[in-house]
């Protein structure tokens, strides 16, 4: 598998060379698969993307090489703006937002509703990432309706406040690509855990999380999952006065079917990972 464009699933075999190698009516032994070839190449892809046995690269797209890159890192292949035309939207705090409808050069329509339609024009640099399903965006459903809900495309210069310039900023040093095109947060299929009581590892999906509270070291709630992204989960705490922790995920220790636990007490988690912007690659390490 070489990865993912948004519509295919792309391979590095010719069709003829699939149907030689490995069309069959049975699942095929594993030995059989295990080729001084494929574990040369195993070895290969394992060394250039470390994660890929949970998360398959964002594809470029031409050749058959295995020079693909993954849309977490800078200078990456991004999800290209014409292919997020009519894909669903959510907002950050999980919201159905409708559809996207265009892609303009400084911001994205979205309509919501079927018969009473209502139209938001959302700058580019509030959009989020990919998740495989949904364009994410980094505001609220509330604060998009308050400030993009509108029945014509804004001018570029009523979105140019000086929070949006600094948000751009932000966003252009983490991810110079994103004028090309939107990062992927690839949807992992899940985290594995040891158990404390029996030894045994649990695989647990990430979407299982998604909504679920997340409690400290010192046994304090701390909010709910609302957001799983490539290096961290978003938790989201209060009604009102809302705070957002970024944990890296290499944090999480345990998950009951109620609650995420993770190995830091509540004082930490505030101290460290309280924030209103996503955090860096470089500040995650």
Do not use: C
């Given at each position: 598998?070489?990865?993912?464009?948004?519509?295919?699933?792309?391979?590095?075999?010719?069709?003829?060379?699939?149907?030689?190698?490995?069309?069959?009516?049975?699942?095929?032994?594993?030995?059989?698969?295990?080729?001084?070839?494929?574990?040369?190449?195993?070895?290969?892809i394992t060394k250039q993307y470390p994660d890929f046995e949970t998360n398959i690269p964002a594809y470029a797209g031409g050749g058959t090489s295995a020079t693909t890159t993954t849309t977490t890192a800078a200078g990456s292949v991004p999800m290209p703006w014409d292919k997020i035309i009519h894909r669903k939207v959510k907002s950050s705090d999980n919201e159905d937002m409708g559809k996207v409808e265009s892609v303009a050069p400084s911001y994205v329509e979205v309509r919501e509703g079927s018969v009473h339609k209502k139209r938001y024009?959302?700058?580019?640099?509030?959009?989020?990432?990919?998740?495989?399903?949904?364009?994410?965006?980094?505001?609220?459903?509330?604060?998009?309706?308050?400030?993009?809900?509108?029945?014509?495309?804004?001018?570029?210069?009523?979105?140019?406040?000086?929070?949006?310039?600094?948000?751009?900023?932000?966003?252009?040093?983490?991810?110079?690509?994103?004028?090309?095109?939107?990062?992927?947060?690839?949807?992992?299929?899940?985290?594995?855990?040891?158990?404390?009581?029996?030894?045994?590892?649990?695989?647990?999906?990430?979407?299982?999380?998604?909504?679920?509270?997340?409690?400290?070291?010192?046994?304090?709630?701390?909010?709910?999952?609302?957001?799983?992204?490539?290096?961290?989960?978003?938790?989201?705490?209060?009604?009102?006065?809302?705070?957002?922790?970024?944990?890296?995920?290499?944090?999480?220790?345990?998950?009951?079917?109620?609650?995420?636990?993770?190995?830091?007490?509540?004082?930490?988690?505030?101290?460290?990972?309280?924030?209103?912007?996503?955090?860096?690659?470089?500040?995650?390490?």
């Amino acid at each position: 598998m070489q990865g993912y464009d948004g519509d295919h699933i792309w391979i590095s075999q010719t069709k003829d060379e699939v149907k030689s190698k490995f069309e069959g009516e049975k699942h095929p032994p594993a030995s059989t698969l295990e080729t001084p070839e494929y574990l040369e190449r195993r070895t290969t892809i394992t060394k250039q993307y470390p994660d890929f046995e949970t998360n398959i690269p964002a594809y470029a797209g031409g050749g058959t090489s295995a020079t693909t890159t993954t849309t977490t890192a800078a200078g990456s292949v991004p999800m290209p703006w014409d292919k997020i035309i009519h894909r669903k939207v959510k907002s950050s705090d999980n919201e159905d937002m409708g559809k996207v409808e265009s892609v303009a050069p400084s911001y994205v329509e979205v309509r919501e509703g079927s018969v009473h339609k209502k139209r938001y024009f959302i700058p580019k640099y509030y959009v989020q990432g990919f998740d495989g399903e949904h364009i994410r965006t980094s505001l609220t459903k509330d604060v998009m309706k308050d400030r993009f809900e509108r029945d014509s495309p804004p001018t570029e210069s009523e979105f140019q406040t000086e929070e949006y310039m600094e948000h751009r900023r932000k966003v252009d040093s983490t991810y110079p690509q994103f004028i090309h095109g939107i990062p992927w947060m690839a949807k992992e299929p899940g985290v594995q855990l040891q158990t404390e009581q029996s030894g045994e590892t649990l695989t647990i999906s990430w979407e299982e999380v998604i909504h679920k509270r997340v409690k400290t070291t010192d046994n304090l709630d701390i909010g709910d999952i609302q957001l799983v992204g490539n290096e961290f989960i978003v938790v989201r705490q209060g009604e009102v006065k809302i705070r957002r922790y970024y944990i890296p995920k290499s944090y999480i220790t345990n998950y009951d079917g109620s609650s995420v636990y993770v190995a830091a007490p509540s004082v930490l988690v505030s101290a460290k990972f309280e924030r209103e912007t996503e955090p860096t690659p470089e500040e995650i390490k």
